[in-house]
């Protein structure tokens, strides 16, 4: 079946940085587009960045120019790297693939981001 399977979360201080990574399996990772998203306590999940099967990112307003999103088609893997972290990007961070075609859609469990002195 498939799987994403998010690590990389932790506490930080604002302005640090992390390194989220996803590790897909059970799909065919070529032909989704993989996404990270986030929701934040009493707030609805949002998108942060997506990047397509040919490795075209797209990223919300709120992100640009800190975060960045990237994949590898070898090993399966998607990351987010963040930096200049702000106590607003405190948040569960979910990994996200959608098939190009199909449009079929999974979600792995979240990874907690803190960000807070």
């Known amino acids: 079946q498939v799987q994403l399977v998010e690590s990389g979360g932790g506490l930080v201080q604002p302005g640090g940085s992390l390194r989220l990574s996803c590790a897909a399996s059970g799909l065919n990772f070529n032909l989704n587009t993989m996404g990270w998203y986030r929701q934040a306590p009493g707030k609805q999940r949002e998108l942060v960045a997506t990047?397509?099967?040919?490795?075209?990112?797209n990223s919300a307003d709120s992100v640009k120019g800190r975060f960045t999103i990237s994949r590898d088609n070898a090993g399966n893997m998607v990351y987010l790297q963040m930096i200049s972290l702000k106590p607003e990007d405190t948040a569960v961070y979910y990994c996200?693939?959608?098939?190009?075609?199909?449009?079929?859609?999974?979600w792995g469990q979240g990874t907690q981001v803190t960000v807070s002195s």
């Open positions: 996200n693939s959608q098939h190009i075609f199909n449009r079929l859609t999974y």
């Open positions: 990047i397509s099967s040919g490795g075209v990112p």
